[in-house]
């Protein structure tokens, strides 16, 4: 397997720490709101490359963290008149809520900033001993000049970032990069007892503690979207290679941005949009199809007529999936033939192409492609004469294979009683040779997006 290093710019071929084992960690979200689809991105890709990691036969440890105290929902609580807490628990469970719309799994561990000050009190603690942290009036500051390196991630040097970056009036700090690890209290803020005095930690901190607690000083695998890659994890790696004088991560993999109709998403240009709004308009399996259609590291352009193209590729699969338990339900023959087992061979070259495509860099949209090339290769070889081992082991690899991707887990709907009922009067017209009348209740099927298939075997339908 091979993945793309952010930090050395080039793929790699993947060998975690311990054989067979991975240790993965993913930035999670700051919980003041909904999340919104450029949020759902990593979300959902790093979470079906854990399925694929443990489909390939790793035992894989995936941590992901809520921020649930910050700048946002500080506002956020003063401006509702509740708590911090109430703020970030109430949007922790909205996210788990859309989150399990779209298929995303729980991670092995969901550590809180809030329920890990004293870890990272002590990460602090340690780090003003070595000499790459300082204090000045109850505020503590990692100083960029004791970690020479800093830069490495985002493919900068501290001589560019201080050029660039804008001098403060009346700056505290000894660098004008130095970034902030604990914050003074200050008024209506939620506050926590340290040896510098009241206070929270900073942003950076949290991930650099939260990851090493629980999966050690150096992971496999660090994620996230790439606006991450500067300057969130470029001063994890500062601190936490300051605090172990070890590797922090060995592979890190970022995901490409979102666009919205070909423009970056924004509020003030009215094209935000949160996957609670996205999800009443379109069925979340689609909408997981969509993002997985594209290689992660692209960037991806959202808009109605690429999920409808979603959709209809959908629904193709689950045709093809319908079709299969179709045939099996009426399937006669029980053993496959030679010239069956010549084509089951065939079928399985499909899941050797779906690994090789998914070992180079994790590239989900190929291993779509090679689904639907199954089901191409499936609906040509199968039909009403087919033996149920064949169907059995074709339904088999498609809903592996799509398993690891996270889609066509739904089962087979059952249809509304007034459609169903629909089907039958059309048989009896049928049978009464009223044929006019048949031809009527199949449009009318039609327009509600049944599609209808006649058959030696009887009536088969399908969504369009």
């Not at 050395?8 to 975690?16: L, M, Q």
Request: aromatic fraction near 10%.
């Amino acid at each position: 397997m091979k993945l793309y290093n952010s930090m050395t710019r080039k793929k790699e071929e993947f060998v975690p720490l311990i054989p067979g084992e991975v240790k993965m960690y993913v930035c999670g979200p700051t919980v003041y709101n909904y999340f919104h689809i450029g949020n759902a991105r990593p979300f959902m890709i790093f979470d079906t490359f854990r399925r694929y990691l443990v489909y390939r036969g790793y035992k894989v440890t995936y941590v992901q963290n809520f921020t649930d105290v910050d700048d946002k929902i500080i506002k956020k609580a003063n401006e509702e008149h509740v708590t911090s807490k109430e703020i970030s628990e109430k949007y922790i469970e909205e996210y788990f809520k859309d989150a399990d719309s779209l298929g995303i799994k729980r991670a092995d561990v969901h550590p809180k900033v809030t329920e890990t000050i004293s870890d990272i009190v002590k990460f602090i603690e340690v780090l003003i001993e070595k000499g790459h942290a300082y204090v000045v009036d109850g505020d503590v500051f990692f100083d960029i000049k004791t970690f020479a390196s800093y830069g490495k991630l985002s493919g900068q040097s501290i001589e560019e970032l201080e050029v660039g970056s804008r001098v403060e009036l009346n700056s505290i700090k000894k660098n004008p990069i130095d970034f902030v690890l604990w914050k003074k209290k200050k008024e209506g803020e939620p506050s926590w007892t340290s040896p510098w005095g009241e206070g929270r930690p900073g942003w950076h901190i949290e991930c650099s503690v939260m990851c090493t607690k629980y999966l050690g000083e150096t992971v496999d695998i660090h994620a996230g979207g790439h606006d991450l890659i500067f300057p969130h994890h470029e001063n994890e790696i500062a601190q936490s290679e300051s605090f172990s004088d070890k590797k922090y991560v060995n592979y890190w993999m970022h995901n490409g941005y979102i666009n919205i109709d070909n423009k970056k998403m924004s509020k003030s240009k009215g094209n935000f949009f949160t996957v609670r709004d996205i999800l009443k308009e379109y069925n979340p399996e689609v909408v997981r199809f969509f993002l997985l259609s594209a290689q992660y590291r692209n960037p991806v352009n959202f808009s109605k007529e690429l999920i409808i193209q979603s959709e209809n590729g959908l629904n193709r699969l689950y045709n093809a999936k319908e079709n299969l338990e179709y045939l099996l339900e009426n399937a006669r023959n029980l053993k496959m033939t030679e010239a069956e087992n010549l084509k089951l061979l065939d079928f399985n070259k499909h899941k050797d192409r779906f690994i090789e495509v998914m070992d180079d860099d994790f590239n989900t949209a190929d291993g779509i492609s090679v689904i639907f090339e199954l089901v191409k290769d499936i609906n040509t070889v199968v039909d009403s004469n087919s033996s149920k081992d064949l169907l059995e082991r074709a339904l088999s690899l498609l809903i592996e294979l799509s398993g690891v991707i996270g889609i066509l887990v739904k089962e087979k709907e059952n249809l509304e009683l007034d459609i169903e009922k629909m089907i039958e009067e059309r048989q009896k017209a049928r049978s009464d040779k009223n044929f006019k009348l048949a031809d009527e209740i199949r449009d009318m099927l039609l327009e509600k997006g049944i599609v209808l298939e006649d058959t030696k075997d009887g009536v088969k339908w399908s969504k369009k």
